[in-house]
């Protein structure tokens, strides 16, 4: 069965680095998303992706993060200056659908831990 | 602004029974509910959907009913199993909007 990919599984870093999480969605999806969750919190919606530029983003998607597709197979999220509070679970989804009306695929997560 | 709650945070029920999930919305732009289950270290997973022109779906021993006019909806697991013990959320979009929005999730506990 086909699933989303998402690499590194953790990753810790200090305050201030750069860090690139990175998915590969299932392959004949076109919509992508980035979730996340602090611990102990709902999912949050970070941003979605269609026809490789951004759709939808929240509030918390503010000028520290960024999304590319660089190639036809991944799906990046860029955060370029990590803060203690970006540390969370983020989670790459894809689905076929748009619209909010698809089921969205999730990939495993990967864990930022900041220090 | 939390626009989807699930004021229950735990639910213990015994294998075989019924378990009931709640959720209300306040966006009466919502049209799409969907539950996704969560266990620990793997991402969310989709369950079953249901659609506001409609107020019951039913997939196995899942069941989605949606209140409109209260803003609510639950899902009825029957019989509950051993392995239905996870996390559960419920999810909302609007018409239009391209992302969904996630209660806080309740964590249902099957007790053999």
């Known amino acids: 069965e086909p699933e989303v990919t998402q690499t590194p599984s953790h990753q810790v870093t200090q305050m201030g680095q750069e860090v690139i999480l990175r998915c590969v969605p299932i392959?004949?999806?076109?919509?992508f998303y980035w979730y996340r969750q602090i611990l102990g919190q709902k999912v949050e919606f970070l941003v979605s992706?269609?026809?490789?530029?951004?759709?939808?983003k929240s509030e918390i998607f503010d000028d520290q993060f960024s999304v590319e597709r660089p190639d036809g197979s991944n799906f990046t999220l860029k955060i370029r200056s990590t803060k203690l509070e970006d540390s969370a679970m983020y989670f790459c989804?894809?689905?076929?659908?748009?619209?909010?009306?698809?089921?969205?695929?999730f990939g495993e997560g990967s864990r930022l831990t900041v220090l | 602004d939390q626009q989807v709650k699930q004021n229950s945070p735990s639910l213990s029920v015994q294998e075989g029974r019924i378990s009931i999930l709640n959720c209300d919305y306040t966006?009466?732009?919502?049209?799409?509910f969907l539950w996704y289950k969560k266990y620990p270290a793997e991402g969310p997973t989709f369950l079953i959907s249901?659609?506001?022109?409609?107020d019951k779906n039913e997939d196995g021993r899942f069941t989605v009913f949606l209140n409109k006019s209260a803003k609510h909806l639950s899902l009825h697991i029957v019989p509950s199993q051993p392995g239905d013990s996870a996390v559960y959320f419920c999810?909302?979009?609007?018409?239009?909007?391209?992302?969904?929005?996630f209660g806080t999730g309740t964590r249902l506990t099957v007790i053999p």
């Open positions: 989804a894809s689905s076929g659908v748009g619209g909010g009306r698809g089921e969205l695929f």
């Open positions: 249901i659609s506001s022109i409609k």
């Open positions: 999810a909302a979009s609007g018409t239009g909007a391209n992302n969904l929005f």
């Open positions: 992706f269609y026809n490789n530029e951004i759709s939808e």
């Open positions: 966006n009466s732009m919502f049209d799409y």
């Open positions: 392959s004949n999806h076109l919509y």
